[in-house]
């Protein structure tokens, strides 16, 4: 018994981990990262920015995850690394910290429960991009673990006797019962949390093989239970009720279905993240499972941001009922077809207050100061540092970039990590990180949206003041102001402004284009020669128009 209990603990090895952080390096202002890897030969790395240092880092994790494959991939006879670390990456630190040398301690029922299956290569990243993690862990860990991702699952181990045991006893190494069925030390499965049995080993002495049990039913029907996996977890076999366990499996194939379609469809898309949100609410229900909870909401709001994104595109709100023969809103160009939003209505709301913002905090009152404040504004809305290149400066400014970014620079609003030559020479495969001081994140936040609707407002101004005919009729900053106004301020229809108001007032529409109220009528005109514009009219201090056909996916956000 001593023999093979000790051998089976032997051929048991440490599931491997790889630990790969990025950490501030230098003084805090220099925004200086240092990049390490917990292999001993990976030697650090530092990158003089956080963007750098994470591409860095992604490229490190991939080169070790093709190393792995090359080498065979996860490994069947391993111990869960999670396991070894009292599986405290998915469960709340209870205050009692692991001793050295105690992997195979006794647990709890309520830790042992979450460890057990195939053991299976794992990748995790944390949300703010300092940390990644591959591990070889137990499936029911990775599942359990927030953000992990499976990546490969290892083939069973072959648990064997150790050489000897048997002929040491007198006995080959198969034998028949007297029912005729086989047995031995062939393979078996094992999962990555069971150690080694005491009963192992009980037939050293030389006594007979008792006859193998017979199968239960039960155990033959949890075999044949369909697998399935949804969100990057692994449906239980045994969760209860089956109708739950069914709909998540069915849900995830679902999923994995509409990833492959040719063509979006947004409203099967909101029906399936309704569905999610109702089924793993009644699992966090079942399980007790706090991050299941977490994962219905984000499906809930998953759902409503898919509804919303699909009528605002169509020029309708949520809740609109279009019965009937009742007329949608339309491209003037393409007839009765929808309109393919750029912009939703709610992100409207933080685009129209960027550009109320820079308004009223840019540092200087030329028109094209204004704008590059605008465009760098929106690359580092939220973190106070974005990428740049000189492409994207004479592509706002054209002639006049070189000159209106050494103004910002020279005022201390802007900061480069070198000259502004070297910023108009940057090519963009590669990027210069450019830092607004005002904008970081220990100052007071001017804006409050997330990344998405950042990315999404970035890259509807960029549409906008660089669209084909404006520059085409090498219209200045100031037009190219006013389209963004115009655009911002438009009903999905592309009447300008709300229909109690009659349009933005020209003070507002000044402020924007940092021209006096009684040449708006004039820049607006240049619009109009421009297509951007179908009609315009400035009676009553209100700037009335509507925009042409051709843009009506850069409007509709009142």
Not at 183 to 207: C, E, I, L, R
Not at 302 to 317: D, L, P
Not at 404 to 418: C, D, I, M, Q, S
Not at 434 to 459: D, H, M, N, W, Y
Request: proline share 7%; hydrophobic share 40%.
């Amino acid at each position: 018994m001593a023999v093979e209990t000790g051998a089976w603990q032997e051929d048991r090895v440490a599931g491997r981990v790889w630990t790969v952080r990025l950490d501030p390096y230098g003084r805090p202002s220099a925004g200086s990262v240092r990049l390490s890897c917990s292999r001993p030969a990976c030697a650090d790395q530092r990158f003089p920015g956080a963007a750098a240092g994470r591409k860095a880092a992604v490229e490190h994790v991939n080169m070790h995850l093709a190393r792995i494959r090359t080498g065979g991939g996860p490994r069947g006879e391993a111990w869960c690394a999670c396991r070894a670390a009292d599986c405290a990456w998915h469960t709340p630190d209870t205050g009692t910290s692991p001793v050295a040398g105690q992997r195979g301690r006794p647990r709890s029922a309520a830790e042992a429960v979450k460890c057990g299956g195939p053991v299976v290569l794992t990748v995790y990243a944390d949300r703010a991009g300092r940390l990644w993690r591959i591990a070889e862990t137990c499936a029911r860990c990775a599942a359990a673990t927030p953000g992990c991702r499976v990546l490969d699952t290892a083939p069973p181990a072959a648990r064997t006797a150790p050489a000897g045991t048997d002929q040491a006893a007198g006995k080959p190494a198969a034998q028949r019962d007297p029912s005729g069925d086989t047995v031995g030390h062939g393979a078996a499965a094992v999962f990555s949390d069971h150690g080694p049995s005491p009963a192992a080993g009980a037939a050293s002495a030389p006594t007979s093989v008792p006859r193998a049990r017979a199968a239960s039913p039960g155990g033959a029907s949890r075999r044949a239970k369909r697998w399935g996996k949804i969100a990057e977890r692994i449906v239980p076999h045994d969760l209860q009720p089956d109708v739950l366990r069914m709909e998540l499996i069915e849900l995830g194939d679902a999923f994995r279905a509409y990833q492959q379609r040719a063509e979006p469809d947004p409203a099967l898309l909101a029906r399936l993240h309704e569905r999610k949100a109702r089924a793993f609410a009644s699992w966090a229900d079942v399980s007790g499972d706090g991050a299941l909870r977490h994962e219905a909401k984000r499906a809930e709001k998953a759902a409503q941001t898919t509804r919303e994104m699909h009528a605002n595109r169509g020029g309708q709100t949520v809740g609109d009922t279009a019965g009937g023969n009742q007329p949608v809103v339309g491209d003037r160009v393409s007839g009765n077809h929808l309109v393919e939003r750029l912009l939703t209505r709610q992100q409207g709301v933080p685009a129209r207050a960027v550009l109320d913002y820079v308004a009223a905090h840019s540092p200087h009152p030329g028109a094209e100061v204004r704008l590059a404040v605008l465009m760098l504004t929106l690359r580092a809305a939220r973190a106070g540092t974005g990428n740049v290149t000189g492409q994207d400066l004479t592509g706002w400014l054209q002639d006049d970039a070189e000159r209106v970014l050494g103004r910002l620079v020279t005022g201390g609003w802007l900061r480069l990590p070198g000259t502004v030559a070297e910023v108009m020479a940057s090519r963009p495969e590669d990027p210069v990180e450019v830092t607004v001081p005002t904008l970081l994140p220990e100052q007071p936040r001017p804006f409050t949206f997330g990344k998405t609707s950042r990315a999404r407002i970035s890259g509807w101004a960029q549409k906008v003041v660089g669209d084909r005919k404006l520059r085409k009729k090498k219209l200045g900053a100031a037009p190219r102001l006013l389209a963004l106004c115009t655009a911002a301020h438009a009903r999905p229809d592309g009447r300008l402004g709300r229909a109690e108001d009659g349009g933005p007032h020209l003070d507002q529409a000044a402020a924007v284009t940092a021209l006096p109220p009684e040449e708006v009528a004039e820049h607006a005109g240049l619009l109009i020669t421009a297509d951007w514009l179908a009609e315009t009219d400035t009676a009553g201090d209100r700037l009335r128009g509507q925009l042409a056909g051709r843009v009506l996916p850069l409007g509709g956000l009142l």
